[in-house]
């Protein structure tokens, strides 16, 4: 699991010159015994600009784990 992102991910977006997108994966989910699973969430960001979300499944009880991606 995790790898192929059957578990979630989180993305970056870059608009490129004449409007396309380009994607880069900045994180794959490992699935409930490891990082968690099913990102779920909205994307709260601090002051010095990272982001928090949840997932779904994951945890020491498998009910979700909070996630913080850093700058």
């Known amino acids: 699991m995790g790898r192929d992102g059957a578990c979630g991910a989180v993305f970056r977006l ?6 396309a997108w380009r994607e880069a ?5 490992e699935g409930p015994f490891g990082d968690g699973e099913a990102p779920l969430g909205a994307l709260i960001s601090d002051r010095a600009g990272n982001l928090y979300s949840t997932t779904q499944y994951g945890g020491a009880n498998n009910r979700g784990t909070v996630f913080e991606i850093t700058k």
Do not use: K, S, V
């Not at 870059?14 to 409007?19: F, H, I, K």
């Not at 994966?25 to 989910?29: D, P, R």
């Open 14 to 19: 870059t608009r490129m010159p004449g409007g």
């Open 25 to 29: 994966i900045l994180h794959f989910f």
